[in-house]
T-cell receptor
Framework: EAQVTQNPRYLITVTGKKLTVTCSQNMNHEYMSWYRQDPGLGLRQIYY???????DKGDVPEGYKVSRKEKRNFPLILESPSPNQTSLYFC????????????FGPGTRLTVL | GENVEQHPSTLSVQEGDSAVIKCTYS??????FPWYKQELGKRPQLIID?????GEKKDQRIAVTLNKTAKHFSLHITETQPEDSAVYFC??????????FGAGTILRVKS
């Protein structure tokens, strides 16, 4: 089944404790992206990747890191999480660039205390 | 960079009526405008998209119109049904390879 998976689905952590949210797709998509969703603010792009070893900042990259060592995986790293990073996070992928259908993962609900 | 504004933030309609959601964008170079639907507790899913060389696109009860001169595009849902209740997001392909979303519209269809 073609899909985008994310883990964990729910995470409660404390300020400053490094964490990684994994994202994987099995559709051989080149473009992958991370978004955060907050009430009243919609979906805001954190980072995106056009292909392996090619990543770039979205509109809200501060406090996040990403890597794209393999085509299928695009982990999101929070080196020192803070309460303002409490949010719902979505990974997405598309065949090529953002001007094709984005396939979203199921989301990760992160709470930073 | 691209800025996408979406209105209204909430919309209530009676079942069977039409619903219209409007978005404006700032970057005249933007050329791709998708609409996503997010049901409660679920992931966003593409429902329709339009590219800048087309003025209107329809898919059954859903249509999108694009006015490049005015830099706005709209989602039209006709004969609304309770299952249309969801959050709808518009987006624009921004500078570089970003995708910029609007803030979302909560659509409630009352039966």
């Amino acid at each position: 089944e073609a899909q985008v998976t994310q883990n964990p689905r729910y995470l409660i952590t404390v300020t400053g404790k490094k964490l990684t949210v994994t994202c994987s797709q099995n559709m051989n998509h080149e473009y992958m992206s991370w978004y955060r969703q907050d009430p009243g603010l919609g979906l805001r792009q954190i980072y995106y990747s056009m292909n392996v070893e090619v990543t770039d900042k979205g509109d809200v990259p501060e406090g996040y890191k990403v890597s794209r060592k393999e085509k299928r995986n695009f982990p999101l790293i929070l080196e020192s999480p803070s309460p303002n990073q409490t949010s719902l996070y979505f990974c997405a992928s598309s065949f090529f660039a953002p001007y094709n259908e984005q396939f979203f993962g199921p989301g990760t609900r992160l709470t930073v205390l | 960079g691209e800025n996408v504004e979406q209105h209204p933030s909430t919309l209530s309609v009676q079942e069977g009526d039409s619903a219209v959601i409007k978005c404006t964008y700032s970057d005249s170079a933007s050329n791709y405008f998708p609409w996503y639907k997010q049901e409660l507790g679920k992931r966003p899913q593409l429902i329709i998209d339009i590219r800048s060389n087309v003025g209107e696109k329809k898919d059954q009860r859903i249509a999108v119109t694009l006015n490049k001169t005015a830099k706005h595009f709209s989602l039209h849902i006709t004969e609304t049904q309770p299952e249309d209740s969801a959050v709808y997001f518009c987006a624009g392909h921004g500078y570089g390879n970003k995708l910029v979303f609007g803030a979302g519209t909560i659509l409630r269809v009352k039966s």
